[in-house]
Nanobody, 124 residues
Framework: QVQLVESGGGLVQVGGSLRLSCEAS????????IGWFRQAPGKEREFVAA????????AYADSVKDRFTISKDNAKSTLYLQMNTLKFDDTAVYYC?????????????????WGQGTQVTVSS
C-alpha cells in the first residue's frame, strides 16, 4: 500500500502563490493515479487535480484550471501542486490521494489512499 505525506501548506495573501508537495512511498502501480483534493470548512471534499503515475495525463477542476499546475517527479516519487493567483475560496485543507483509477482521471476518481492533509489559508 502507498503512504502519502503532504507538506508546503501555510498562510498566503490573495493573489499569491504556494507549492504543495506530497511524498509517496510503499507499494505503487504504474496504473495508479495520484492527485489532490481539498475540503473547505463546512463543505464536502472536492477534486482539485490529478495526474497519471507516469505523469503523461492530467486533469483539473474547472475552479483551478489555468491557476494550478500538477506535476510529478518520478525520480523522487513526489507530487507537486503549484498554486498561483490564489483566491479566498482556495482556503481549505488539501489532501494528497492515490490509487487505482476508479472513476477515471477526473472529478469522479475515487482514491484508495489519503494523506493527512495540509492547511492552506488565503488572507487579505
Amino acid at each position: 500500500q502507498v503512504q502519502l505525506v503532504e507538506s508546503g501548506g501555510g498562510l498566503v495573501q490573495v493573489g499569491g502563490s504556494l507549492r504543495l508537495s506530497c511524498e509517496a512511498s510503499g507499494t505503487t502501480s504504474s496504473t495508479y493515479i495520484i492527485g489532490w483534493f481539498r475540503q473547505a470548512p463546512g463543505k464536502e471534499r472536492e477534486f482539485v487535480a490529478a495526474i497519471s503515475w507516469a505523469g503523461r495525463r492530467t486533469a483539473y477542476a474547472d475552479s483551478v484550471k489555468d491557476r494550478f499546475t500538477i506535476s510529478k517527479d518520478n525520480a523522487k516519487s513526489t507530487l507537486y501542486l503549484q498554486m498561483n493567483t490564489l483566491k479566498f475560496d482556495d482556503t481549505a485543507v488539501y489532501y494528497c490521494a492515490a490509487g487505482a483509477p476508479w472513476g477515471g482521471l477526473g472529478p469522479d476518481w475515487k482514491p484508495e489512499t489519503w494523506g493527512q492533509g495540509t492547511q492552506v489559508t488565503v488572507s487579505s
